[in-house]
């Protein structure tokens, strides 16, 4: 199994930055892409960034230009800057390993909730 372990989440003004870690028990070069989800209170989980083994990243168009998606391979984490928040960030948010390259199985987080006053 992979474990995945998220921190950094709070509350902060809109315009205001904070940084998302996400711990993985395995090697992230063992999975496919570490994924950042956003789930706003009732509403679905959307995708919001991701890295994959290689490095390449990918943005939500409505997080680009603001977010960035890092990694530490050393360390087996993830982050998610985040500058320039908004209201409509609010939510919880959740790291994803897509497709361990043992199980091909996906594993999440418990999540991490943050909250963008106006």
């Known amino acids: 199994q992979v474990q995945l372990v998220e921190s950094g989440g709070g509350l902060v003004q809109a315009g205001g930055s904070l940084r998302l870690s996400c711990a993985a028990s395995?090697?992230?070069?063992?999975?496919?892409?570490m994924v950042w989800y956003h789930q706003a209170p009732g509403k679905q989980r959307e995708l919001v960034a991701s890295?994959?083994?290689?490095?390449?990243?990918n943005y939500a168009d409505s997080v680009k230009g603001r977010f960035t998606i890092s990694r530490d391979t050393a360390k087996n984490t993830v982050y998610l800057q985040m500058s320039s928040l908004k209201p409509e960030d609010t939510g919880v948010y959740y790291c994803?390993?897509?497709?361990?390259?043992?199980?091909?199985?996906?594993?999440w987080g418990q999540g991490t909730q943050v909250t963008v006053s106006s």
């Open positions: 994803n390993a897509n497709r361990w390259i043992v199980t091909g199985a996906d594993y």
């Open positions: 395995r090697s992230i070069f063992s999975i496919n892409a």
């Open positions: 890295i994959t083994s290689t490095g390449s990243t």
